[in-house]
């Protein structure tokens, strides 16, 4: 009777003690979930995205990281085709979301790579001389010519050529539109007309009457043209004026 009672007793003290190890394991659960649950719903509002400043000078891309909340530090330099100071590579990269406060690393460039020279064809000459500065390279020699495809002020061709490598601070020359030819014209006589006459061969020739002065002459019939500029001969565009100096006669 004794065994039945104590083997009992045993069964229950099992049942009691599983009963409290079970009950530790849940509480234990539940109470590490609101810790981790806790601090990640603390920590979320302190994440912000990490911006890209690749291509931005070293203070600019500082500047960027500062207004995101985040620390910029200099990690050395590299060969690089950016111009001395901007920035190549960062670490962590950009998009990934990270705490606040959270440092980025910047490599910036030695500025002693080469460089790739851009197409500059079919762009206007200041654009193309705001491009080549802005990657470390100058403009050089600048020709004309008429053309009928390219618009007037528009680079027909460069020297080196696009996507060739070029050194730092090297220039490259331009060839530019003048426009088609239609639109220049030789520049005619009008010496030893009167006014009249010009200003109706300039009507003809698609050229302007500009400044009109007299001077004595007593070898010219009052009233004709003396001199001219542009000068004959030279290659002007239509529209452009045309000065006069008429004869007034003799000595005034």
């Given amino acids: 009777m004794d065994e039945i009672v104590e083997k009992k007793n045993t ?8 009963l409290f190890i079970s009950l530790g394991v849940i ?6 979930t609101i810790l981790v649950c806790g601090r990640i ?13 690749i291509g931005f000078s070293y203070e600019e891309a500082e500047a960027i990281l ?3 909340q985040l620390i910029a530090v200099k990690g050395g330099e590299e060969d ?11 670490r962590p990269e950009a998009g990934l979301k990270v ?17 790739h020279v851009p197409n500059l064809v079919g762009l206007p000459q ?7 500065k802005r990657i470390g390279l100058s403009i050089g020699e600048v020709q004309q010519m008429t053309s009928d495809e390219m618009p007037e002020g528009d680079v027909i061709s460069q020297s080196p050529e696009a996507h060739l490598k070029a050194k730092r601070g090297s220039k490259v020359d331009l060839l530019v539109s003048l426009g088609t030819e239609k639109a220049f014209i030789v520049m005619p006589s009008v010496i030893g007309l009167d006014l009249m006459s010009a200003k109706k061969a300039f ?7 500009g400044e009109v002065t007299e001077e004595a002459n007593p070898n010219i019939t009052k009233g004709r043209i003396i001199r001219q500029s542009p000068p004959v001969g030279e290659q002007v565009k239509k529209g452009d004026q045309v000065d006069l100096v008429i004869s007034s006669g003799g000595s005034q």
């Fill in 11 to 18: 069964k229950k003290r099992k049942f009691i003690r599983w």
């Fill in 27 to 32: 509480v234990g659960t539940y109470l590490l």
């Fill in 41 to 53: 719903f603390m920590h979320r509002g302190d994440e912000v995205v990490i911006p890209d400043v």
């Fill in 66 to 68: 500062k207004q995101a």
């Fill in 80 to 90: 690089s085709t950016y111009p001395p100071g901007f920035v190549v590579k960062q």
């Fill in 99 to 115: 705490r606040k406060d959270r440092k980025v690393t910047l490599r910036v460039s030695s500025g002693t790579g080469e460089i």
């Fill in 126 to 132: 200041r654009q193309a001389e705001m491009i080549l």
């Fill in 203 to 209: 009507d003809d020739w698609g050229l302007k009457l």
